[in-house]
């Protein structure tokens, strides 16, 4: 509920406009911070700061974000999805940032690789990970046919400015899941306009954009590419504090990447479930 919006967007990719998910966690900051709340430069800074204050929370509860991402794949998947296959290092809680930055993006990259084997093969083969090239980000594919609907907010305002209810759910984003749009809108909006854009990744367009920005260097010039600097050694000029943000961003990361493969699980599994109740 923190990192999400209604449709399960990420806050980090779009600007919400709603300040209520900062209330209970920045009630004491509230006035002085709510203005900023709109800019999305602002915005991201504020959502590291959320992951920031839940890892002391769950610190305090004897557990952490490296715990429970571990546990998600160890776990929950072979647990709720039946499946077995996902191979996931615990990285340990108490290591230092720079260390448990290059542990993470090791692992994301493992991750988004096994994904791809078993959204083609519908299976796993450990040894067939090392063959493989480091995965584009836009450029995965999903488990759901037409997953995301993507208007652009020129053609939004040209089309839809009068109508209130899409208006809402494109405000922050310029982007949604099909699923959640009832049939008579998603008709109403494929009828008013061919402007718009469908199409089948585990990531949205601005999901992966993110991702890019923050992981490599291979569709902006002026990214983080912490992924390329903690694998290729060449963080020795960042400072703790850089390490530390970096490691928030790390995780930020892995939170989009987690919630995409739930869903799309869910997905799988529901559907097979259907297939075999028809059949």
């Known amino acids: 509920m923190y990192f999400n919006d209604v449709y399960y967007r990420n806050n980090t990719v779009g600007v919400i406009r709603s300040t209520n998910v900062f209330s209970e966690l920045f009630v004491n900051n509230f006035n002085k911070y709510s203005s900023l709340f ?7 800074t504020y959502n590291l700061a959320l992951i920031d204050k839940l890892s ?5 509860r004897n557990t952490s ?39 993470f ?8 690789r096994q994904f791809i084997l078993l959204q083609k093969e519908n299976k796993i083969d450990v040894h067939n990970l090392k063959y493989m090239h480091q995965p584009r980000y836009d450029n995965i594919h999903s488990f759901i046919k037409n997953k995301y609907l993507e208007i ?16 809402k759910i494109f405000n922050s984003f310029n982007y949604v899941e099909e699923k959640f749009l009832s049939k008579t809108t998603l008709n109403s909006i494929l009828k008013a306009t061919p402007h718009v854009t469908r199409y089948s990744n585990l990531f949205s367009t ?19 590419a912490l992924r390329n600097i903690y694998l290729h050694g060449a963080s020795k000029h960042f400072s703790d504090e850089d390490h ?3 490691y928030l961003r790390i995780l930020n990361c892995m939170l989009i990447i987690i919630a995409n493969i739930n869903d799309e699980l869910i997905y799988k599994v529901d559907t097979l479930e259907k297939i075999e109740t028809d059949n």
């Open 206 to 224: 601005s999901e992966s954009n993110y991702l890019s920005y923050c992981l490599d260097n291979s569709l902006f010039s002026d990214a983080l």
């Open 65 to 103: 974000f490296e715990k429970l991402i571990f546990n998600f794949f160890d776990k929950y998947i072979p647990n709720t999805f039946n499946i077995q296959d996902f191979r996931v290092a615990l990285v340990e809680d108490t290591l230092p940032s720079e260390t448990k930055n290059k542990l």
């Open 244 to 246: 530390r943000i970096n």
């Open 152 to 167: 652009n907010q020129n053609v939004l305002f040209k089309y839809f400015q009068n109508d209130n209810k899409i208006m």
């Open 38 to 44: 709109n800019n999305q430069e602002y915005f991201e």
């Open 105 to 112: 993006v090791i692992e994301i990259e493992s991750i988004l």
């Open 56 to 60: 002391i929370y769950l610190k305090k």
